[in-house]
């Protein structure tokens, strides 16, 4: 009987990793998928998260329906706490949040209820580069008057529009001035139309292109300043703030809030979920993302995408937990904890 045990037991262990791809494909059928939003609805993360939900399910073996839930609050804070304490752990909950939650945990301390490397993370929807506008009718027409002169800008708490300013007036000396109470670059963008504030400090450079093409057509404003790890081919001629900064630990600083914009929309899932059920969200993502169809919807809608991968992401994830001791207390100096 002994015997007849150890034969056996590794011929039941290929049987359960031959059918496990099988099972989650049937976990999958006749299920919806719930996506969390971590932005409010209209503006870039929420439209991405639309497009990703009429599309993400063809590629899912058992093609699962998709819902969108929008839970802004807190910049994604809440949407991430969500999602790595109390969301269901089967694979039937992924999310999109905004990139500050990459750096959260050095600013905002307890009030980030998450371990960063213990989620699973599907892929990034697309890189991005920060631009400083403001507006033509401003008196604001370089990069150098950013230092001069107060630039009166919209924000929005714990969100880029807030933090990359905020980072630019300690670590470069800029004088942004920054009025917070903003909900998502939308409502900052009205604010600029109504004349309320003089531009912003932070919007992408992905998103304005297609947002508001009639702003840089009909020169509606001025873009005084890049924000990235490499320049933008498409912004030759705009200064890159990193070109600004006071000293190398100001630089490596500024370097680091940066990483988070190589995975610029990030899509998760709980810690937890079943492998194989992840493997099939990832290979999902990684499909969706070469499909004709998924491209030309972002086409239509707007959007421009430039997915990476699952793998990728989660090497971006660990250049930010690895960053240095005192690179991440200059940053937590800079921002002023919470």
């Avoid at 359960?16 to 299920?31: H, L, N, S």
């Avoid at 008196?139 to 990359?164: C, H, M, R, S």
Wanted: glycine share 10%; charged share 20%.
């Amino acid at each position: 009987m002994r015997r007849i045990k150890e034969i056996l037991a590794p011929l039941a262990a290929i049987c359960v990793a031959a059918f496990a791809p099988a099972c989650a494909a049937d976990f999958y059928a006749g299920k919806t998928i719930t996506l969390i939003a971590g932005s409010a609805p209209g503006g870039g993360y929420d439209q991405l998260a639309r497009l990703v939900a009429r599309h993400l399910g063809q590629h899912i073996p058992g093609a699962p329906g998709f819902i969108v839930q929008n839970m802004p609050a807190a910049g994604s804070l809440t949407a991430a706490n969500l999602l790595y304490n109390s969301s269901p752990r089967d694979g039937t909950f992924i999310g999109l949040i905004q990139r500050g939650m990459l750096l959260a945990k050095l600013t905002m301390g307890s009030q980030v209820q998450f371990d960063l490397s213990k989620f699973n993370w599907l892929g990034s929807l697309n890189s991005e580069t920060a631009v400083t506008l403001a507006l033509s009718t401003s008196p604001f027409k370089t990069a150098q008057d950013l230092f001069d002169k107060e630039l009166v800008v919209g924000g929005e708490t714990n969100v880029d529009p807030e933090i990359t300013p905020r980072l630019y007036n300690e670590l470069l000396g800029t004088k942004f001035k920054i009025v917070n109470g903003y909900n998502g670059t939308t409502e900052i963008g009205l604010a600029m139309e109504r004349g309320e504030v003089q531009g912003i400090g932070d919007w992408s450079w992905s998103s304005l292109n297609t947002q508001h093409p009639d702003w840089l057509s009909e020169h509606k404003v001025r873009v005084l300043l890049q924000g990235a790890l490499k320049r933008n081919p498409e912004l030759p001629d705009v200064p890159d703030a990193l070109s600004f900064a006071k000293g190398d630990l100001e630089r490596r600083t500024l370097e680091l809030f940066f990483t988070q914009k190589t995975a610029a929309r990030p899509m998760l899932a709980p810690p937890g979920v079943p492998a194989d059920r992840m493997a099939l969200l990832r290979d999902g993502f990684v499909a969706m993302a070469k499909d004709p169809e998924f491209l030309a919807d972002a086409q239509r809608s707007k959007l421009e995408v430039g997915p990476i991968s699952g793998a990728e992401l989660e090497n971006t994830v660990g250049l930010i937990t690895a960053a240095a001791p005192e690179v991440t207390a200059r940053y937590i100096s800079a921002l002023g904890a919470r």
